[in-house]
């Protein structure tokens, strides 16, 4: 399966949701010529969601030739209106947007809503609607400002006005089946271990007989990513633990554990938190903390690289949100909502050549993967942690005492979490230092101490999320050991923003 992405925020989100349903897909940009698309021999297209306008000049279009080609075709939100536009029907401001929860009226199932309700609750994101069907279009379903919500033809050519990739639409997995198996004809058989003997030979295809640089964070990304690379490689990976002073408190020791006396990688550490602190002082500014955070990291890892010979690549853990909150390559038309160090922070003098086989995998899928390739539990499901660290979880100027502040209250609300047997349960769990002040009282004294942040929050992907409705007794064991144990902090909130329309991170 093909998704041709035209800067959906979801794009790689739907390919995520096809690989669910055991059907190898990958992602390729929307205006690909139809000629390599079709040496790609996919069974069936997705054309995805995105932020412009079909009617517009220079808004991204499809290889016609793609879209009368044979193959089945899904249209999804954009996708669906690029769809009727590129076969005659109009499509124009609707007037009032559509966006959020909404419910669709099945009038014709025709396979894509077999064995579903009439009624569907979906999740609409667009400003745009269909006024008229392409010739040999029927309607399919209707909502309450769509008259047209889902078409489809003879052909197979399917469009539907929502997204049934987001949670947000509840049938939408089974709606993604029918179009893979009744539609498409797919069998379901792509499993996470096919991807690892892909990703092998990648690596090997992408090497030869280079040598490799990785650059371990602690976190599963890059452990997953250092383990791939010495499979396909074994003895010419050497892995660096730059401990930037912003790693959460223990973290360098277990990193050295795993990968070095559990899987036998060459592993090397560098103490450069002077130089990131150096690098930092005075920043406020997130984007310029990402910056300055990606170009010092880098730095380091080109001078201890000169140290060692041959060394040509350098392997990171990057995954597929990252990628597409930064607005890379891969992205086409999305628009930038931060920038990850280890994409939009990397400078374009960058010495090495990256190798990054998790590009366009999502957490869970990483997570699978390092099961299977045999890594730690207590690794592969960690929480996952911002590459820039604790920096972007200070909001204001990164010291070394508010570091070290920050450090003591993440580590109790990890701890209390835990305890509380929750923390399989949570996408994320830590604390924000804010830059924030308020007065307080202890024992008999005034005090005037800094604000404390919980964010917990539940999620499939990262793409989307909730808060966590933790139980009122594990905040109040939080809030009270924060406040009791960590000097300067004399007041603790909690978090209840979800994703839309905040991020996870503050930062």
């Given at each position: 399966?093909?998704?041709?992405?035209?800067?959906?925020?979801?794009?790689?989100?739907?390919?995520?949701?096809?690989?669910?349903?055991?059907?190898?897909?990958?992602?390729?940009?929307?205006?690909?010529?139809?000629?390599?698309?079709?040496?790609?021999?996919?069974?069936?297209?997705?054309?995805?969601?995105?932020?412009?306008?079909?009617?517009?000049?220079?808004?991204?279009?499809?290889?016609?030739?793609?879209?009368?080609?044979?193959?089945?075709?899904?249209?999804?939100?954009?996708?669906?209106?690029?769809?009727?536009?590129?076969?005659?029907?109009?499509?124009?401001?609707?007037?009032?947007?559509?966006?959020?929860?909404?419910?669709?009226r099945i009038q014709e199932r025709a396979r894509l809503f077999d064995d579903l309700p009439a009624n569907l609750p979906v999740w609409m994101s667009h400003g745009d609607t269909i006024l008229e069907a392409p010739a040999g279009f029927r309607r399919l379903a209707e909502s309450e400002n769509s008259t047209i919500a889902a078409m489809a033809d003879e052909a197979g050519r399917f469009g539907i006005a929502f997204h049934p990739e987001v949670i947000h639409t509840p049938q939408g997995r089974e709606i993604l089946r029918n179009f893979l198996y009744r539609v498409a004809g797919c069998g379901g058989t792509w499993k996470p271990a096919a991807f690892i003997e892909q990703a092998t030979q990648a690596i090997r295809e992408q090497v030869g007989d280079g040598r490799v640089l990785c650059a371990l964070s602690g976190g599963v990304d890059s452990a997953v990513c250092a383990t791939l690379v010495h499979r396909a490689i074994p003895g010419r990976l050497t892995c660096l633990i730059v401990d930037n002073g912003l790693l959460r408190r223990d973290e360098r020791r277990r990193v050295e554990e795993v990968m070095q006396r559990h899987l036998g990688i060459d592993l090397k550490a560098v103490d450069a938190g002077d130089e990131f602190l150096d690098a930092l002082r005075g920043i406020v500014d997130p984007e310029e903390k990402r910056r300055r955070i990606g170009a010092t990291f880098i730095h380091v890892f080109e001078r201890e690289a000169a140290s060692l010979s041959g060394i040509d690549f350098l392997a990171q853990g990057t995954l597929y949100p990252d990628v597409i909150e930064s607005t890379s390559h891969d992205t086409h038309n999305a628009h930038r909502i931060k920038t990850h160090h280890n994409v939009g922070g990397l400078p374009a003098d960058l010495r090495f050549k990256l190798v990054e086989p998790l590009r366009y995998l999502f957490k869970d899928e990483v997570r699978a993967i390092g099961s299977e390739l045999g890594l730690p539990d207590d690794m592969v499901h960690r929480q996952p942690f911002p590459g820039p660290g604790l920096a972007v979880r200070i909001i204001g100027d990164v010291t070394r005492e508010r570091l070290e502040t920050l450090r003591a209250a993440d580590w109790i609300v990890v701890d209390e979490i835990k305890s509380a047997g929750l923390y399989r349960s949570l996408w994320q769990s830590f604390a924000i230092l804010t830059p924030l002040q308020s007065v307080g009282v202890m024992g008999d004294y005034r005090t005037y101490g800094n604000v404390v942040a919980v964010r917990a929050v539940q999620s499939e992907d990262g793409m989307t999320a909730d808060w966590a409705r933790l139980p009122y007794e594990v905040l109040a064991k939080i809030s009270s050991r924060i406040v009791n144990e960590v000097r300067g902090v004399n007041r603790v909130v909690y978090d209840i923003s979800s994703k839309p329309p905040s991020t996870i991170e503050w930062e």
């Open positions: 399966m093909l998704v041709l992405d035209f800067g959906s925020q979801y794009s790689q989100l739907i390919a995520r949701r096809v690989r669910e349903a055991g059907v190898y897909c990958e992602l390729i940009a929307g205006t690909m010529p139809w000629e390599t698309i079709r040496a790609r021999a996919p069974k069936a297209l997705i054309l995805s969601g995105g932020p412009a306008s079909v009617y517009e000049d220079g808004a991204p279009r499809c290889d016609p030739a793609a879209l009368d080609a044979g193959l089945p075709v899904l249209g999804i939100c954009y996708g669906m209106q690029l769809l009727a536009y590129q076969l005659g029907g109009k499509v124009a401001n609707a007037g009032k947007r559509e966006y959020g929860p909404a419910s669709v």
